[in-house]
């Protein structure tokens, strides 16, 4: 019943920006993590940015000073702002949410929204 919809991604310019979105819908526990994960051509999916429903961030050192990431508990969206854009950001952007209830983690995850930054 959970879903994630990523949107946003596109076709830029290096150093040009883009601005991702994901909506969550369905039953979500308030106290929970969003973040989003970047899968390049090599196939493994690492964490780009993540932020808690208390508003405390975590960056991936290679995004740091460059993306911020934001979100709206009343939306349940999670936004990641991404600025000075280099090729290597290049790929597949995936929303997730997750959150522990009586000691059981939960995790879901977005379709994905593709990002390309030409030189």
């Known amino acids: 019943q959970v879903q994630l919809v990523e949107s946003g991604g596109g076709l830029v310019q290096a150093g040009g920006s883009l601005r991702l979105s994901c909506a969550a819908s369905?039953?979500?526990?308030?106290?929970?993590?969003m973040g989003w994960y970047h899968q390049g051509p090599e196939n493994q999916r690492e964490l780009v940015a993540d932020?808690?429903?208390?508003?405390?961030?975590n960056y991936a050192d290679s995004v740091k000073g460059r993306f911020t990431i934001s979100r709206d508990n009343g939306k349940n969206t999670v936004y990641l702002q991404m600025n000075g854009l280099k090729p290597e950001d290049t790929g597949n952007y995936y929303c997730?949410?997750?959150?522990?209830?009586?000691?059981?983690?939960?995790?879901?995850w977005g379709q994905g929204t593709q990002v390309t930054v030409s030189s």
């Open positions: 932020i808690t429903s208390g508003g405390s961030t």
């Open positions: 369905g039953s979500i526990f308030s106290i929970n993590i």
């Open positions: 997730n949410v997750r959150y522990r209830v009586y000691g059981l983690e939960y995790d879901y």
